[in-house]
């Protein structure tokens, strides 16, 4: 089903998809989720470096 969460597994250099099921466990307020979205930036530099390294994979 489109927009729905998947697990995707390696078996023998094959992707496989099964459904996920997503529980919720705790529930947040859209501030603090927003909160740490505005704490989970990446520098410049953070970023050029991961970038560099998914590069190199």
Do not use: C, F
């Not at 705790?26 to 909160?35: G, K, N």
């Amino acid at each position: 089903m489109p927009g729905s969460a998947a697990i995707i597994e390696e078996r023998n250099s094959e992707l496989m998809l099964k459904p996920a099921a997503v529980l919720e466990i705790d529930t947040y307020s859209d501030t603090q989720i927003a909160d740490w979205d505005h704490e989970d930036v990446l520098t410049a530099e953070e970023h050029k470096r991961i970038l560099a390294r998914m590069q190199n994979l």
